[in-house]
């Protein structure tokens, strides 16, 4: 944690959970311990941590209160591996990383499309980079379904709740971002950004339809817009009903920046999303509340590979960028997406998953050297 006294320091909480997640995260606390003083001022402290499904097995708890106190009362931020989710309903045992979202109050989900050095799925090379910010609490995801039957026969019917509250802070965090975005881009070089123009927002919804939510969630996101003069004169907004957004983000991805949505749109363009990027090993995220934040790969624990050293460790290694991005060391983290890019870039060094013959580690030893 960073003291009044003196020098700053980061304490970051590693729960590399299952699978790959044991492979990937001491890579991405390798990069971390690789990046030079001056691109990050700030002393490095890591803690191991206990959760995920094999944890349980053994000790019949996925979450230990422990790793929960350790993460509030130690850590300024954490990365997450994976968790295997069983493929039946096990007694007492629920997703340690939803847990997590809930107790810490990450109540956003944010997820970065890049296409950086690398091809897209389709192959042809294209200029993408944007941050879809997913909100993360509400929505359909309240689970609030039921079941009846009138005279044509059985129904079910599913509570949808969108609130000011969530939608506000969601809200907040795409302008914010937007503008976090901007500062650390011009530290690059025009020609090296991928987004030349002002920071965009897009508000995603069907407000055309579901007047009542959706029209909730798209005044209320207006409205942190309206109300903020620091938005109001460097940010442009737009907003996309979420069928055209999909087609749109396919045809023209380049055209996004930051892209807001409520829980379930953002759960489907993120996906769809990262599939114009190419492997599920790329792909970073993170989950982001007011004080905590936990980096997180979009990838699964990946029984099949596990324990063979062939892990993609690069998602893992984005989401530790993404943790010092929000955690105020955007250099550093700037630091490490171009080391990325430029192994990427190379195409010498890659895992099986792209095409290569590469293990984890020397996917990670040349990322070091390169910073
Ligand atoms: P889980 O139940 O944990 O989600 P899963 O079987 O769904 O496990 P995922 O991790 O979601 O597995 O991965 C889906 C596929 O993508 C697997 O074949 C896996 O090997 C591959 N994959 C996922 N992550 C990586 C990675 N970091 N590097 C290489 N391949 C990966
Ligand atoms: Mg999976």
Redesign the pocket.
């Known amino acids: 944690m960073s003291t009044t006294t003196g020098a700053r320091s980061l304490t970051i909480g590693l729960i590399p959970a299952d699978?790959?997640g044991r492979e990937?995260i001491p890579a991405a606390r390798q990069v971390l311990e690789a990046l030079p003083k001056d691109a990050l001022p700030a002393k490095l402290d890591f803690l191991d941590l206990d959760a995920g499904f094999e944890y349980f097995q053994k000790n019949g708890v996925a979450l230990p209160e422990e790793t929960l106190a350790a993460l509030k009362d130690k850590c300024d931020g954490a990365l997450f591996g994976?968790?295997?989710?069983p493929s039946h309903k096990v007694a007492g045992y629920s997703s340690p990383i939803v847990g997590l979202r809930k107790k810490m109050d990450l109540y956003a989900n944010v997820r970065p499309v890049i296409s950086g050095a690398a091809a897209t799925a389709s192959g042809e090379k294209r200029a993408i980079d944007m941050l879809i910010i997913r909100e993360n609490t509400e929505c359909l995801y309240i689970k609030e379904e039921e079941q009846g039957s009138d005279a044509q026969g059985k129904f079910a019917v599913a509570k949808r709740r969108i609130s000011e509250f969530a939608s506000r802070r969601a809200g907040e965090m795409a302008f914010s971002m937007a503008l976090q975005r901007d500062a650390m881009r011009q530290q690059l070089p025009l020609a090296e950004r991928t987004w030349k123009s002002r920071p965009k927002v897009t508000i995603v919804h069907k407000s055309n339809v579901l007047s009542v939510t959706d029209g909730l969630w798209r005044e209320t996101v207006r409205g942190v817009y309206n109300g903020n003069e620091l938005y109001k004169n460097n940010v442009d907004v737009e907003e996309q009903l979420v069928d055209s957004m999909v087609y749109r983000m396919f045809r023209e991805p380049e055209a996004f920046d930051v892209v807001v949505a409520p829980n379930m749109y953002g759960d489907i363009i993120s996906d769809g999303a990262a599939a114009l990027v190419g492997?599920?090993?790329l792909v970073p995220s993170a989950n982001v509340g007011d004080s905590f934040v936990v980096g997180e790969?979009v990838?699964?624990?990946?029984?099949?590979?596990a324990g063979k050293n062939i892990?993609?460790p690069i998602?893992a290694i984005r989401s530790a960028a993404m943790l010092l991005e929000r955690t105020g060391y955007g250099s550093a983290a700037l630091a490490i997406y171009r080391a990325v890019d430029k192994v990427l870039e190379a195409g010498q060094i890659k895992?099986p998953?792209l095409g290569g013959k590469s293990t984890t580690n020397e996917v990670t030893d040349t990322i070091c050297k390169l910073l």
Do not use: E, Q, R, Y
């Open positions: 699978g790959i990937v994976a968790v295997s989710s492997s599920l090993g790969p990838h699964g624990s990946a029984p099949d590979i892990a993609n998602a895992t998953d």
